[in-house]
């Protein structure tokens, strides 16, 4: 399937397989990390797979064979797909951080359409509501290397804050999360981060916890079973694309706060958050924030 929703697209086709498919379908589904092998089965009937690149279409356009794309990277493709409508994916987290209170918004623009479209609806909304939203512009999607969190870092720290960022997907928000840890930005405190896919590992295991922008990754397999079912019927299909609305953002830590200019209450939500299941009394607050109770109460 070729990216994080993987497992969850077949899971969509197996549901049309078992009860809408009019011939019995006997279906491969490579191990999660496993590409697509060098040569085709000339048994294979139809594909469904994540397609990127030009060169991935020719492969299935030169060899015959019926295949639907689930990526949005590339801005036209040339073999029908089904895939997330990703520009109201931006909205939907843009809104989501807008109710929090944040007037400071920023995003990384990676190479791909798709993840171009969900910056540009959430530039949009962010834009509606008389803000303006800081975009990083990322040639090339390297996490772990250390040029990229190098120009991370000093993005997030040049930064206004509070600060609400579209992560554009799970994993790109995960990174910039701990980014944020490497260079002392509390989360949500300081930077509140939203992914799209709300893929469950990815969103569940950082600390803290991700928001995500949740779409139907079932239904998207449901619905491109259907229409490989129709190429290989013969059918000619009146539409060449569809889109799938996201359903909301699943709200978790990383941006479940209200935004706080002040930094000294920020930082006092900050020291509440963290140390939520010890003792701690407000004389202890007060102490270590060295603060008076009246000055941070009028704060």
């Given amino acids: 399937m070729g990216h994080g929703l993987g497992p969850v697209i077949a899971l969509g086709v197996k549901r049309y397989a078992l009860a809408e498919a009019e011939r019995p379908w006997q279906m491969n589904v490579p191990e999660w990390g496993e590409s697509m092998p060098d040569e085709l089965d000339p048994e294979v009937s139809g594909v469904i797979t994540c397609i990127w690149t030009a060169g991935g279409e020719n492969r299935y356009l030169d060899a015959g064979i019926a295949a639907v794309n689930t990526s949005g990277v590339m801005r036209h493709s040339r073999i029908p797909r089904v895939l997330a409508d990703d520009k109201p994916c931006g909205q939907m987290a843009a809104r989501h951080l807008l109710d ?13 359409q798709a993840w171009r479209d969900r910056v540009a609806g959430f530039a949009q909304e962010v834009h509606r509501a008389g803000y303006r939203c800081d975009v990083l512009s990322i040639a090339q999607f390297t996490p772990n290397s250390p040029e990229f969190i190098d120009e991370v870092r000093d993005w997030l720290v040049s930064l206004p804050r509070p600060v609400g960022i579209l992560g554009v997907t799970d994993l790109v928000a995960r990174r910039i999360s701990d980014v944020c840890r490497l260079c002392g930005l509390a989360v949500p405190e300081h930077v509140a981060i939203v992914g799209v896919e709300n893929a469950e590992l990815m969103c569940r295991l950082p600390a803290p ?15 491109s079973a259907r229409m490989l079912d129709r190429m290989l019927g013969g059918e000619a299909l009146p539409e060449h694309e569809v889109r799938i609305p996201p359903q909301g953002v699943v709200t978790r830590q990383s941006s479940d706060v209200l935004a706080v200019a002040d930094p000294q209450v920020a930082e006092a939500l900050c020291m509440i958050r963290d140390r939520a299941c010890e003792p701690l009394s407000v004389d202890t607050l007060l102490y270590e924030l060295a603060v008076s109770r009246r000055s941070l109460e009028g704060r």
């Fill in 209 to 223: 916890p991700l928001s995500s922008v949740a779409y139907s990754a079932e239904q998207i397999g449901y619905e």
């Fill in 100 to 112: 929090r209170g944040f007037t400071n918004f920023a995003a990384p623009l990676i190479q791909g």
